[in-house]
């Protein structure tokens, strides 16, 4: 008799490792299999079913993977259970997303960046300058130990986009303490200092 790796009953069902819903083609992966009894198996179902729709609602626009699960059995599964497609949804916003020129590039997912706390709000002006300067060596920092690894790509994922948008902040505090624009400074060691502080 083989027993449910969960709760220790006899299982008569075998639980995939990792979830086999996490996959657009399920053929060729190499799942491990262990032994689970009916209860368990379907009682971890709602829970696998929440990650996985909760993974492609993030990854959609990265990954093609991610873009069939929606398209297909996330769609089926929200159809099925409208109360976890909300629940998903409460989690995440959509904003309506315009380039520089201002054309209009439909909803995009909204990635929210935590504030540096500025020391005092002496002068915001030219905040969103430095915001940019910041962001963008971050970016380029990034980008640049990709290219120097053997990744030949200029995308970041969710998670490095975060840290390109907090070092902006921690850049964009700087200039708020100061008065006038370019008056404020600081060493590479001072803004790593700050960012650990801050984040
Ligand atoms: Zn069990």
């Known amino acids: 008799m083989s027993v449910c790796v969960y709760c220790g009953k006899e299982a008569d069902t075998r639980e995939h490792i990792p979830a086999r819903n996490l996959f657009s083609i399920t053929a060729n992966v190499p799942f491990i299999t262990v032994p689970s009894c009916k209860t368990c198996n379907s009682g971890f179902q709602m829970d696998e079913e929440f990650f996985r729709n909760f993974l492609v609602s993030i990854l959609y626009e990265q990954s093609q993977s991610a873009t069939i699960l929606l398209d297909n059995s996330v769609a089926r599964s929200m159809r099925r259970k409208p109360a976890l497609g909300l629940k998903m949804f409460e989690q995440m916003s959509l904003v309506d997303y315009y380039d520089g020129f201002g054309n209009y590039h439909g909803k995009k997912t909204a990635m929210h960046i935590k504030p540096a706390k500025p020391k ?80």
């Not at 850049?171 to 404020?184: C, I, L």
């Open 120 to 199: 005092n709000t002496s002068d915001p002006t030219g905040a969103g300058d430095a915001f940019r300067a910041g962001f963008l060596a971050g970016y380029l920092r990034l980008i640049e130990k990709k290219l120097y690894g053997s990744k030949l790509s200029f995308e970041l994922s969710a998670d490095e986009l975060v840290v390109c948008g907090q070092m902006g902040s921690v850049s964009a505090v700087y200039t708020v303490e100061k008065y006038g624009t370019q008056t404020h400074q600081f060493t590479l060691k001072e803004f790593e200092m700050r960012y650990k502080d801050e984040f």
